[in-house]
């Protein structure tokens, strides 16, 4: 079965730092780009990084940039983000989501996990 | 940026049709994809590059993409289809989400 699972959540004071994982199984997990997606209590789909199946593609959401690192370990079918000065406003689901294979050009996220809720509180 | 524009809500009776509209500027030039999201759980991908379904997703479930207008319909609407509905595109190195579209079935 094709799954992604995340894990790393939590409560982590404004100015903390958090490191989310999400582990892949079912699939070659090297040849697909994969994401983080967040969603706020109450609130839309807001896309916050991506990664090419052999990391030299990195793009992020432009209020994450500098903050956020995503990151792979293909030998391990690993996926992970970093997050340090973190805001109340970063409090949400992280969803980790699979992109599309690498040859196919096309961008989108067939592969959901259930996500991990971080928290943004004092 | 790129932006996408969804209705807040679409109402439906039972056994009616279903379109929601994503709006963007020449967003007919581009590829489109909808994800279904009901209450508590994760995202689902219900339509890929405009108008082909996912393994698995009726055929109830159709799209279109002209102009500055894209549109997922839902024919022969049923209560399970109540969910949140988001399109997504890809423009200047990120993806964009439109503003979601809370289906409620009648």
């Known amino acids: 079965e094709v799954q992604v699972v995340e894990s790393g959540g939590g409560l982590v004071q404004p100015g903390g730092s958090l490191r989310l994982s999400c582990a892949a199984s079912?699939?070659?997990?090297?040849?697909?780009?994969m994401n983080w997606v967040r969603q706020a209590p109450g609130k839309g789909l807001e896309w916050v990084s991506h990664?090419?199946?052999?990391?030299?593609?990195?793009y992020y959401a432009d209020s994450m940039q500098g903050r956020f690192t995503i990151s792979r370990d293909n030998g391990k079918n690993s996926l992970y983000l970093q997050m340090n000065s973190l805001r109340a406003e970063d409090t949400a689901v992280y969803y980790c989501?699979?992109?599309?294979?690498?040859?196919?050009?096309?961008?989108?996220?067939?592969?959901w996990g259930k996500g991990t809720t971080v928290t943004v509180s004092s | 940026s790129y932006e996408l524009t969804q209705p807040l809500s679409v109402s439906v009776a039972l056994g009616q049709t279903a379109r929601i509209p994503c709006g963007g500027n020449?967003?007919?030039?581009?590829?489109v994809y909808w994800y279904q999201q009901k209450p508590g759980q994760a995202p689902l991908l219900v339509m890929y590059?405009?108008?082909n379904r996912p393994s698995g997703i009726p055929e109830r479930f159709s799209g279109s993409n002209s102009g500055n207008t894209a549109t997922l319909t839902i024919s022969r609407a049923q209560a399970g289809d109540e969910a949140d509905y988001y399109c997504?595109?890809?423009?200047?190195?990120?993806?964009?989400f439109g503003t979601g579209t809370k289906v409620t079935v009648l």
């Open positions: 990664i090419g199946g052999t990391s030299t593609t990195i």
């Open positions: 020449n967003i007919g030039s581009r590829n």
């Open positions: 079912g699939f070659t997990f090297s040849s697909y780009s």
């Open positions: 590059r405009d108008y």
């Open positions: 997504q595109v890809w423009d200047s190195s990120t993806y964009v």
């Open positions: 989501a699979r992109g599309s294979a690498a040859t196919a050009g096309y961008y989108y996220m067939d592969v």
